[in-house]
């Protein structure tokens, strides 16, 4: 045996073992088109298949698919006879007219095609190629060392696919094959697989969540008893205030000067009333005009005590025993307001139950006394718990542009907490999949913008 010979025949041996050891497609794919030149010299190797194009090509670590080049061998290897299962040598007068005239810009004339054949079915056309390109002729024993070596790579390369390309385990592979010999149920993938959908489809309780605050439940409203500005008040917010106790008053400047005129109108007409009685013994025409008099000071009378009733009314005191619930005083001194017009709340100190707004993507269905756990911003640890007592028909838009329902829930135990403290309500609905806990929101936005 010649020294060039045996030397291909070592270097053949040499590759396919590196086949057999190749950590994936990649590592192949580079052997296959830089490697392959340690059997034979070319100058440039293509591997092409007819689902993806060019895979790899020799001295490029990676390929730019827009690349003119490789346009220009995808349309080379398109053209090819993929029915013809033989390793051959491309005539270049065979091809195109328009491939002919620009082989020799890419490509020397010396080609030698290698088809990759996946199935051993002797009409399965194949499935891509080797493109082995060089100035000088191919001889036959170098087409048939280059062909038992991509008969060897070909069979590692399709294996790799088949077994990486099936998550779930079931490997298609040789009865030669290790994982063949093992039951599709007692692999990794399917047990895993298995796990999940028994998991899936445990009951949980799907419970939402919404922002919540301690609010009094039947609280005192105190508004504004008639028309005017705000003056003083004489409590501090969230101040114990017994009944009776006075809240805040509204500005009397006008309503004294409206009393300072009616009274003195009042008087004025009074002594016009007195002249003209004195008159009316002597003059009959005096006597006539005591009548209107007197309405004028009964109209002036009505009007003092129509005003100073309102004066009575500008200082307003609690209606009940309770804690005085309002905003910063300083925000309200000068505002004028209109009868009727809240300014505070007075509630009793155990009088307490838990407001939440549920978002409109939450409002899923629960029972009317749904267990709630309130969280508190302020006490993470130790939840305030309660029943759900309504929820509202209607939802309303929050001051941040969102809508949301109402909801109320009665406290099942006296809780210390101030009125006023906010945080995180969790409502308990019913009982559902674990998938579908999982999926109700991702499905929810996906039907919403895409209808499925």
């Known amino acids: 045996m010649a020294d060039p010979v045996f030397h291909q025949l070592s270097q053949l041996l040499d590759l396919s073992r590196r086949a057999r050891h190749a950590g994936g497609r990649g590592e192949l794919e580079f052997i296959l088109v830089n490697d392959s030149h340690n059997i034979t010299p070319y100058r440039q190797a ?148 298995t796990l999940l959908l028994a998991i899936s489809c445990i009951p949980v309780r799907l419970n939402v969540l919404a922002p919540g605050e301690l609010v009094p439940s039947n609280p005192f409203v105190v508004s504004a008893p008639l028309d005017g500005i705000v003056g003083d008040f004489h409590v501090k917010p969230n101040e114990q205030v017994k009944a009776g106790t006075s809240l805040f008053s509204l500005d009397d400047t006008t309503l004294h000067s409206r009393l300072d005129v009616a009274t003195q109108t009042l008087a004025t007409a009074e002594a016009a009333y007195r002249q003209s009685a004195q008159m009316a013994v002597f003059d009959p025409k005096a006597k006539v005009q005591l009548a209107s008099l007197m309405g004028k000071i009964a109209e002036q009378r009505a009007e003092v005590s129509y005003v100073r009733s309102q004066l009575k009314r500008t200082k ?115 009982k559902v999949r674990l998938i579908y806990w999982v999926l109700r929101r991702p499905w929810s936005v996906l039907r919403q913008y895409l209808g499925i």
């Open 46 to 193: 293509v591997l092409w298949l007819a689902a993806d194009g060019v895979r790899a090509l020799s001295g490029v670590f990676e390929i730019e698919k827009n690349a003119p080049y490789v346009h220009w061998l995808n349309r080379l290897c398109n053209g090819l006879d993929l029915s013809d299962r033989q390793v051959r040598v491309i005539n270049p007068d065979t091809l195109p007219a328009d491939m002919k005239s620009e082989l020799d810009e890419w490509l020397p004339r010396q080609m030698l095609w290698l088809p990759l054949l996946r199935d051993t079915a002797a009409t399965a056309p194949a499935e891509g190629g080797v493109l082995l390109a060089r100035d000088l002729p191919w001889q036959n024993h170098e087409m048939n060392l280059l062909a038992e070596w991509i008969d060897t790579w070909q069979s590692h390369y399709f294996h790799n696919i088949r077994h990486h390309s099936n998550w779930l385990g079931f490997s298609r592979a040789t009865k030669n094959s290790h994982q063949s010999s093992k039951q599709w149920w007692r692999k990794p993938a399917p047990i895993i697989f």
């Open 316 to 430: 307003v005191t609690a209606p009940a025993d309770g804690i005085a619930l309002f905003d910063d005083p300083t925000e309200w001194i000068g505002k004028p307001v209109t009868t009727g017009e809240p300014i505070m709340r007075v509630a009793e100190v155990e009088d307490k139950e838990i407001e939440a707004w549920l978002a409109v993507a939450d409002a899923v269905p629960f029972e009317q006394e749904a267990p709630v756990k309130f969280y508190l911003s302020s006490s993470p640890l130790h939840p305030v718990e309660g029943k759900v007592r309504y929820m509202a028909y209607e939802a309303v838009q929050r001051p941040d542009g969102t809508y949301a329902y109402r909801v109320r829930a009665s406290l099942t135990a006296n809780s210390t907490y101030r009125l006023g403290l906010k945080g995180t309500v969790k409502i308990e609905g019913e």
